[in-house]
């Protein structure tokens, strides 16, 4: 196995990349330090939960809970580290976190526990997780390295 150390990647060198991009500051870090927190709240929720629907015999609620907490924790990775496969996980986990809440709503709670961030729309949380996945998409979108060039005249 080849092992490279991340220096040379990053090295100001003709035939090393040099990333140039800054931390996040202000209100961005405190949206994705809520995010983090978002996730960790579901994660722990959810964990619990599903533990109990185990037991109880409801496997399909348990394993609904898990996904939506799976989706939350995923998406919250991905939004956080900004490589590009990551940033694509985290479009697709933040993506079918705005998406499920509304058809679980529309179709049937049944396979959906109280305490998962899907459940209703996100209702047991007044809605903020709904609200955190889209607003999730609209950070990715804006903070796309694309848009950030288009931005800056590059």
Do not use: K
């Amino acid at each position: 196995m080849l092992c490279v150390d991340r220096e040379d990647f990053l090295s100001s060198e003709p035939g090393g990349l040099h990333d140039e991009r800054q931390s996040t500051h202000g209100w961005p870090l405190v949206f994705l330090a809520l995010l983090c927190v978002g996730a960790a709240i579901f994660a722990w929720r959810g964990i619990v939960a599903s533990t109990e629907q185990f037991t109880t015999g409801e496997i399909g609620t348990g394993v609904v809970t898990l996904a939506a907490v799976s989706t939350w924790v995923a998406g919250a990775v991905g939004i956080l580290h900004n490589g590009r496969r990551m940033r694509l996980l985290a479009w697709v986990m933040w993506s079918i976190n705005a998406v499920l809440p509304f058809a679980s709503s529309v179709f049937d709670d049944a396979l959906v526990a109280y305490v998962s961030p899907w459940f209703s729309a996100g209702a047991t949380y007044f809605y903020l997780p709904t609200i955190g996945a889209i607003l999730a998409l609209i950070w990715l979108g804006w903070s796309s390295p694309s848009q950030i060039a288009t931005r800056n005249g590059g």
